[in-house]
């Protein structure tokens, strides 16, 4: 049990960085002008980086519980998934959802 969760660590920390580049290809493809494409780009992925620093890591400066963890980071993957179905990468979107579903169910159900 414990390689598994080993596995499912390495599975959920690179969905936390395919999220923030989800976030920052969203943003910088948004209809506005360059300017403000590219200032969203590097500030929304920062603000979630930010988001899950207090909130979700497992030294979180807020603790909000296992079952907080793991709801406010499906929370956070599943807005990634949505930010790229909307950009038209309905696949990625789908399969980055499905990914995060299973990683998020796993690290619940798993032992600490």
């Known amino acids: 049990m414990g390689g598994l969760r080993v596995i499912n660590l390495t599975v959920r920390f690179l969905l936390e960085l395919a999220a923030?580049?989800?976030?920052?290809?969203?943003?910088?493809?948004?209809?506005?002008?360059?300017g403000v494409r590219i200032?969203?780009?590097?500030?929304?992925?920062?603000?979630?980086?930010?988001f899950w620093g207090l909130f979700v890591s497992p030294k979180a400066r807020f603790s909000t519980g296992r079952l907080g963890q793991v709801g406010l980071g499906l929370f956070v993957f599943l807005a990634a998934a949505a930010a790229l179905f909307v950009?038209?990468?309905?696949?990625?979107g789908i399969a980055?959802?499905?990914?995060?579903?299973?990683?998020?169910?796993?690290?619940?159900?798993?032992?600490?």
């Open 39 to 50: 200032v969203l780009a590097i500030a929304v992925p920062v603000a979630i980086a930010i």
């Open 96 to 112: 980055f959802a499905g990914v995060a579903v299973v990683s998020s169910a796993l690290l619940y159900a798993l032992p600490q």
């Open 20 to 34: 923030l580049g989800a976030f920052g290809y969203w943003a910088a493809n948004l209809d506005a002008p360059r």
């Open 87 to 92: 950009r038209g990468q309905s696949t990625l």
